[in-house]
């Protein structure tokens, strides 16, 4: 006999998790704060592994701002970020102001976003910018491992859930945060 798979669309309307919620199951041990899950439009979603030249790129990049955003900028990486009562991703690195950080919750806006990808690559360019864009995040970085490119989203429209600028850097170019004066990513710098 051969199974075939249902739709969960099938089974009716899936249950949509708060973030309240969310903090409860994490606080009472359904889930564990080591788990690989990040809560995204009330889904409690898997996260993708992390290869080498995830990591690499994480780290690399997280030097480089630390060292270039200040002392009135508090660079987060792989940590929680609440976006709305359904979405609190933990992007590969956010930057945040220093008093954003100082609360007994997480940080509810960031002036940078970055994801860096390969499998998850789709995901992070329909989902998670539509979350960013929706959040009025100013500018969401996309790396692309596999590609060694990055793909720059800026202009937020909030109501309709997109970037309205889009553009590829790579190769030899240096990438100017708008969001973040003063900081100006070569990419030689983080692809080599």
């Given at each position: 006999m051969?199974?075939?798979e249902?739709?969960l669309t099938?089974l009716?309307?899936?249950?949509?998790?708060?973030?309240?919620a969310?903090?409860?199951?994490?606080e009472?041990?359904i889930?564990?704060e080591?788990d690989p899950?990040?809560?995204?439009?009330?889904?409690?979603?898997?996260?993708?592994?992390?290869?080498?030249?995830?990591a690499?790129?994480?780290?690399?990049?997280?030097?480089?701002?630390?060292?270039?955003?200040?002392?009135?900028?508090?660079?987060r990486?792989?940590?929680?970020?609440?976006?709305?009562?359904q979405?609190e991703p933990?992007?590969?690195l956010a930057?945040?102001p220093v008093?954003?950080?100082?609360?007994?919750?997480h940080p509810?806006?960031?002036l940078?976003?970055v994801e860096v990808?390969s499998?998850?690559?789709?995901?992070?360019?329909?989902?998670k910018?539509r979350l960013?864009?929706?959040?009025?995040i100013?500018?969401y970085?996309?790396?692309d491992?596999?590609r060694?490119?990055i793909?720059v989203?800026?202009?937020?429209?909030?109501?309709?859930?997109?970037y309205?600028?889009?553009?590829?850097?790579?190769?030899e170019d240096?990438?100017?945060?708008r969001?973040?004066a003063?900081?100006?990513l070569p990419?030689?710098?983080?692809?080599?």
């Amino acid at each position: 006999m051969v199974e075939v798979e249902t739709p969960l669309t099938a089974l009716g309307t899936p249950h949509r998790f708060t973030v309240a919620a969310y903090h409860r199951m994490l606080e009472s041990g359904i889930l564990g704060e080591d788990d690989p899950v990040e809560l995204l439009e009330g889904v409690i979603v898997e996260m993708s592994p992390q290869g080498a030249a995830h990591a690499r790129i994480v780290a690399r990049l997280n030097r480089f701002l630390v060292l270039s955003v200040g002392e009135s900028f508090e660079v987060r990486p792989q940590l929680p970020l609440t976006l709305d009562e359904q979405s609190e991703p933990e992007p590969d690195l956010a930057v945040v102001p220093v008093e954003a950080g100082i609360s007994d919750e997480h940080p509810h806006h960031a002036l940078l976003v970055v994801e860096v990808a390969s499998a998850s690559l789709e995901h992070d360019r329909k989902v998670k910018a539509r979350l960013y864009a929706r959040a009025s995040i100013p500018e969401y970085w996309l790396v692309d491992a596999e590609r060694k490119c990055i793909e720059v989203y800026r202009e937020p429209d909030t109501a309709q859930g997109h970037y309205r600028s889009r553009e590829v850097r790579s190769g030899e170019d240096v990438l100017e945060c708008r969001s973040l004066a003063g900081v100006s990513l070569p990419l030689t710098r983080l692809f080599s």
